[in-house]
């Protein structure tokens, strides 16, 4: 609407609030006279900056509300807008259940040691791939290649990773790598893992592929942020309806939704079929896990022998610590405790789910460094944290 088209201003006011506001690119001014352009000004101020500061301030002030929400969120990349089209297939979300193993997984890597900050994208249109069947069987090789590439430099195969379908269908990958970058005891293997990744892998596996077909992020130390941020990343197409703890669970409160421990906004991931949204290395799987160290397995028990005593006489019921002690071998070392992520034990936080630096960051929230509340799923009591 063109102010020169109108008697005054007030008109001109007038008419934008009977249109019903400005549009999302109208660079407006508004004076405010009148009485429909007192209530322009009232919802979207003066001017876009008015109107950006107070709507920065109630978002900040919900966010204070709920400090063990991911009320803000981190900026997406400026894609085009992928809509989810309420008469064709439903977009493969992610389940809670399926939240729950992908964040078992990164927080089993993390409390080890192994930060998996080498973000990997493979685009498996650009590698040669008409299909998700033919995109399927290369992801298999692919990992079976990573696998080798690691284990002959004894590196602990360690990654998550997770599958999404773009607007026109077309399948990729985004993978969160262990690769040592700046350990005192390992050279820094990101150069050379990036090579591998985008240049020999593609040219031994595909005769003509785009360059732009397998992206590795690059970094020259390790960081706790992108190690969350890359999951965070992959969780973005969650189910948007899942309630993980409900109001009634919560005393009256807010319900605690999906979306609200993940903290990019949702995103369409597209249809993915005939394959596993969300996936982990084997070192990070469920097997390892309960054996409590990544990387290991269960461990096979060999034939015990009779026990005999040290002067080689049969046993005749002496003491079993002492026998034990003289048979060290023929039993497995224990490995460890299993392994229970924060979510498994019920803690519903931000505030502990994740690096405290990176939920401060997102929430831009100080927290105290004492304990904090703790939500818990129905049934769970609420855990102490130290």
């Known amino acids: 609407m063109n102010p020169r088209n109108y008697l005054d201003a007030e008109a001109h006011e007038a008419a934008i609030w009977d249109a019903g506001g400005p549009s999302t690119n109208h660079n407006y001014s508004f004076s405010g006279i009148g009485e429909r352009g007192q209530l322009l000004v009232a919802v979207h101020g003066h001017d876009p900056a008015e109107r950006d500061a107070a709507d920065a301030y109630e978002l900040q002030a919900e966010q204070r509300r709920r400090p063990e929400c991911f009320v803000r969120k981190l900026p997406g990349r400026a894609v085009k807008p992928f809509l989810w089209d309420p008469t064709g297939p439903r977009p493969s979300v992610i389940t809670i259940d399926e939240f729950a193993s992908q964040y078992a997984a990164a927080d089993f890597a993390e409390r080890f040691g192994l930060l998996c900050d080498t973000s990997v994208t493979l685009h498996w249109g650009l590698l040669g791939c008409s299909n998700q069947a033919e995109a399927r069987k290369l992801f298999r090789s692919f990992q079976k290649c990573l696998d080798d590439w ?107 939704m999906l979306g609200d421990l993940i903290a990019f906004p949702w995103r369409n991931p597209g249809v993915v079929s ?113």
């Open 150 to 256: 690691l284990a002959e430099r004894d590196l602990t195969p360690a990654y998550f990773y997770v599958h999404e379908a773009g607007q026109d269908g077309a399948l990729h990958t985004h993978m969160q790598v262990h690769v040592p970058l700046d350990r005192p005891d390992q050279p820094n293997y990101g150069p050379t893992f990036r090579e591998w990744a985008q240049r020999k892998w593609v040219r031994n596996r595909v005769d003509t592929a785009d360059p732009r077909a397998v992206h590795v992020g690059g970094h020259n130390k390790h960081s706790r942020f992108r190690h969350w941020i890359g999951f965070h990343y992959q969780m973005k197409g969650y189910d948007h309806e899942a309630i993980v703890v409900h109001s009634l669970n919560r005393g009256g409160r807010d319900a605690i």
């Open 274 to 386: 005939g394959m596993k949204r969300v996936g982990w290395s084997q070192a990070l799987g469920p097997v390892a896990r309960k054996v409590g160290a990544p990387g290991c397995r269960k461990a096979k028990v060999q034939p015990t022998p009779e026990p005999k005593l040290a002067n080689n006489t049969p046993n005749d019921g002496f003491d079993i610590a002492a026998m034990l002690q003289q048979m060290p071998q023929w039993f497995p070392r224990p490995v460890g405790d299993p392994f229970q992520s924060m979510y498994e034990a019920g803690c519903r936080d931000v505030r502990d789910l994740y690096d405290r630096g990176f939920a401060e960051r997102v929430t831009r929230l100080p927290y105290d460094a004492g304990a904090m509340p703790v939500d818990v799923g129905p049934g769970l009591q609420p855990m102490e944290i130290l």
